[in-house]
């Protein structure tokens, strides 16, 4: 089999949740030929999803080595650190990524997420608004900043967000809770209750 038919059916396999034949295909593949930067990525992803991270890093190191210039391995590895809470590393990761593609609102959100994880909220908030400035539809980015929000203290800048984002999902019964919650703190009781009724 040629190198892109072996490539095709890893991802078929990887696809249809047959991660272990998946694999080998990708193996296969890079015995072929070992400077593939991309089908490296492919098999660190796969390990990733089938909870292998320290294999999942060494694919990611070896696709970065064979081109920098890919942002997907930089991510990849910023989802391994984030699983295994190890948040600094995986904000240097979505950092590096974000260098390589600087418009990719997945990478800025998860950067979010996990400065939020190590209380960096300002700069945390600068990120789910870089996503909202580029989709301002984004809901888990608006739930998010939302949070952010009424950490702060914020409740009306929250009430908004979490509007905003039950107005695009509105069966998310933990914007409903965190609304119900900004509006009790404004002492609007009749508000709140209503909120937490939505959410059960």
Not at 97 to 117: F, M, Q
Not at 126 to 131: C, G, I, M, P
Not at 171 to 183: E, P, T
Request: net charge negative; hydrophobic share 35%; glycine share 6%.
């Amino acid at each position: 089999m040629t190198i892109e038919s072996l490539f095709e059916q890893g991802q078929s396999l990887e696809k249809q949740g047959d991660y272990e034949q998946a694999i080998t295909a990708y193996n296969q593949a890079l015995e072929l030929d070992p400077q593939r930067a991309d089908i490296w990525y492919q098999r660190g992803n796969l390990y990733r999803k089938a909870q292998h991270p320290a294999e999942a890093l060494e694919d990611f190191d070896r696709a970065i080595q064979l081109d920098p210039t890919d942002p997907r391995p930089y991510v990849g590895r910023g989802n391994v650190f984030y699983s295994n809470e190890q948040f600094t590393e995986a904000v240097e990761a979505y950092t590096a990524a974000l260098e390589r593609k600087p418009d990719s609102v997945n990478t800025l959100y998860n950067r979010g997420k996990t400065r939020l994880e190590l209380n960096q909220d300002a700069e945390a908030l600068a990120d789910f608004e870089a996503v909202l400035h580029h989709t301002p539809d984004d809901a888990a980015a608006l739930m998010s900043r939302g949070g952010l929000y009424e950490k702060q203290s914020r409740y009306q800048a929250a009430i908004d967000d979490y509007s905003r984002a039950l107005s695009l999902d509105p069966d998310d019964a933990v914007v409903w809770v965190g609304r119900g919650h900004c509006y009790m703190a404004l002492a609007q009781p009749e508000q709140a209750i209503g909120d937490f009724a939505e959410a059960i």
